[in-house]
């Protein structure tokens, strides 16, 4: 595929790149062309353009103004659209983030093109790039294509082969200057979300979830210890944040977070539509439950037909036991 595809940076607000861009770039790369960043940021490091040379970004467009910060979705759409005009990219991809989402939506309909949005395979048909995305809640995959360039979509995390990490390699660092639109969207408050030491939802290779099986808030302590042991991340259905045992940023489903990690551990967690729709796709998934009628052992690999309060415990011992070794 000729022409340049861009990779939209996601970074950790602090001048790195997440890891979830290695799996964008990578994807790029698979496809063929010349593969570009294009981060919008306050402050970018030096030791985050040399990660994304080394994923494999040839070039990256640095579109550095403290107006990026706080994210506000236009000011993102603006400049983007922006310089896509006078680049001419081939295509734009981006993940899956709260960000992504809505800035590359309002890109896309800026440049009067369509969007693939959570992204799950590509492939080529001639010279039409083909996308696959999951629809009616994940039980069926969708094939699309664009009717004209530049071809925009979002990645889902987890799903696409990693570039790996190549020292030495560089990239070339633009600095175009790109009109900065003015914020639309008041900004008032920013309350930093307190760590809880595991890994981002989005990104886990392993997640375990808790449901209104849990019993209350107190109780998602057992989990965030197991998590502890085997670098697992700790989300929520949408029964249990409903309920207030958790915020918001932790519920898995089709109104929170979509993830496709390698390895799902769902306890007490029933399996409503809209959940498996945010966690199908993941590699293996295991079910603790005490309903044997529970709608989540149908997608499940591994099944437990038992009370999660005597197997999280069980499970969390043994774990220390394999890793200790």
């Given at each position: 595929?000729?022409?340049?595809i861009?990779?939209?940076?996601e970074?950790?607000?602090?001048g790195?790149?997440?890891?979830?861009?290695?799996?964008?770039?990578?994807?790029?790369a698979?496809?063929?062309?010349?593969?570009?960043?294009?981060?919008?940021?306050?402050?970018?490091?030096?030791?985050?353009?040399?990660?994304?040379?080394?994923?494999?970004?040839?070039?990256?467009?640095?579109?550095?103004?403290?107006?990026f910060?706080?994210?506000?979705?236009?000011v993102?759409?603006?400049a983007?659209?922006?310089?896509?005009?006078?680049?001419?990219p081939?295509?734009?991809?981006?993940?899956?983030?709260?960000?992504?989402?809505?800035a590359?939506?309002?890109?896309?309909?800026?440049?009067?093109?369509?969007?693939?949005?959570?992204?799950?395979?590509?492939?080529?048909?001639?010279?039409?790039?083909?996308?696959?995305?999951?629809?009616?809640?994940?039980?069926?995959?969708?094939?699309?294509?664009?009717?004209?360039?530049?071809?925009?979509?979002?990645?889902?995390?987890?799903?696409?082969?990693?570039?790996e990490s190549?020292?030495?390699k560089?990239?070339?660092?633009?600095?175009?200057s790109?009109k900065?639109?003015?914020a639309?969207?008041?900004?008032i408050?920013?309350?930093?979300?307190?760590?809880?030491?595991l890994?981002?939802l989005?990104?886990?290779?392993?997640?375990?979830?808790?449901?209104?099986?849990m019993?209350?808030?107190?109780n998602?302590?057992?989990l965030e210890d197991?998590?502890?042991v085997?670098g697992?991340a700790?989300?929520?259905?949408?029964?249990?944040?409903?309920?207030?045992?958790?915020?918001?940023?932790?519920?898995?489903g089709?109104?929170?977070?979509?993830?496709?990690?390698?390895l799902?551990l769902?306890?007490?967690?029933?399996?409503?539509?809209?959940?498996?729709?945010?966690?199908?796709?993941?590699?293996?998934?295991?079910a603790v439950?005490?309903d044997?009628?529970?709608?989540?052992f149908?997608?499940?690999?591994?099944?437990?037909?038992?009370?999660?309060?005597?197997?999280?415990?069980?499970?969390?011992?043994?774990?220390?036991?394999?890793?200790?070794?």
């Amino acid at each position: 595929m000729a022409g340049a595809i861009w990779c939209v940076v996601e970074d950790d607000r602090k001048g790195t790149p997440k890891k979830v861009m290695a799996e964008v770039i990578g994807e790029a790369a698979r496809l063929g062309g010349p593969v570009e960043a294009v981060w919008p940021t306050d402050k970018a490091t030096e030791d985050g353009l040399k990660q994304l040379g080394s994923w494999g970004a040839t070039k990256v467009w640095l579109l550095e103004n403290p107006a990026f910060a706080p994210y506000r979705s236009e000011v993102w759409a603006g400049a983007l659209a922006e310089l896509a005009a006078a680049q001419s990219p081939k295509a734009i991809f981006g993940p899956v983030t709260s960000r992504q989402r809505e800035a590359l939506a309002r890109l896309a309909a800026r440049l009067g093109v369509g969007i693939s949005a959570d992204s799950v395979a590509f492939s080529m048909e001639g010279d039409k790039l083909v996308a696959t995305r999951p629809v009616y809640a994940g039980k069926l995959l969708s094939k699309v294509t664009w009717a004209k360039q530049p071809w925009v979509a979002t990645l889902r995390p987890n799903v696409f082969r990693p570039a790996e990490s190549q020292a030495g390699k560089t990239a070339a660092v633009e600095r175009p200057s790109v009109k900065i639109a003015s914020a639309q969207m008041k900004f008032i408050e920013r309350r930093e979300e307190v760590s809880t030491g595991l890994p981002e939802l989005a990104e886990a290779e392993i997640v375990i979830s808790g449901g209104r099986g849990m019993k209350g808030p107190e109780n998602y302590v057992i989990l965030e210890d197991m998590g502890k042991v085997i670098g697992a991340a700790v989300g929520a259905s949408r029964a249990a944040v409903d309920a207030g045992w958790r915020p918001h940023r932790f519920q898995i489903g089709q109104t929170g977070r979509t993830i496709s990690p390698k390895l799902y551990l769902g306890f007490g967690v029933s399996g409503a539509i809209q959940h498996l729709a945010g966690m199908r796709t993941s590699k293996v998934i295991v079910a603790v439950n005490k309903d044997p009628e529970a709608p989540i052992f149908k997608i499940a690999d591994y099944g437990i037909v038992a009370d999660l309060f005597e197997v999280v415990p069980a499970l969390t011992a043994e774990f220390k036991k394999l890793l200790e070794k």
